[in-house]
């Protein structure tokens, strides 16, 4: 069985919604224009001090800021060549500290070799619900289904009426110690 293609994609972590033609649905994409750009010049101060990190550590990983569509959404750090003690030493020394002084602003999200600082502002639920309001105007009894399988996915799921999470994910692996 086949899936018919979706008419709507969240992508960058809410920040952007696709419309069936991959194009930004433009109410959505105004209301994430204005947060991403106040969050610009923290992006680009944390990514500036990643580099000065790395570079006076020599460690072993990325920085860059991710986004779409000119936009600015979120910072993202990836270790190279097998090297996660190098992430996972940016985390605890700069990252963590970095954040504990922005707690309003940002917050972090590790999943692997993907370690993110990302704006409060920016997170999937809130894509979600303008998602789900605007097409339950059309269809009141429209059914939704949330995929996902980090952590941070679980607040969109949880606005959806059915979740999936892949057997081997962070959120199997918290259902399975919360039930051990």
Known sequence: MQLPPA???????????????????????????????????????????????????GLNVTSRIIGDFDLPFYWLSKYRDSQEQHLDLMERELIVPWVERR???????????????????????????????????DDPTLVSWGMGDSLSDIPFIMECDYMIAPKRSQIATLVAERNA
């Open 7 to 57: 008419p709507f994609a969240i992508i960058d972590h809410g920040g952007i919604i696709l419309d069936a033609s991959g194009q930004p649905l433009q109410a959505w994409y105004e209301r994430s224009a204005e947060h991403a750009l106040a969050a610009r010049p923290w992006l680009e101060e944390l990514h500036g001090e990643a580099l000065a990190f790395l570079g006076g550590n």
């Open 103 to 137: 707690p309003h602003q940002a917050w972090i999200h590790r999943n692997g070799n993907n370690l993110a600082v990302l704006p409060r502002t920016l997170q999937k639920r809130h894509a979600v619900n303008f998602l789900l309001e605007m097409l339950r105007q």
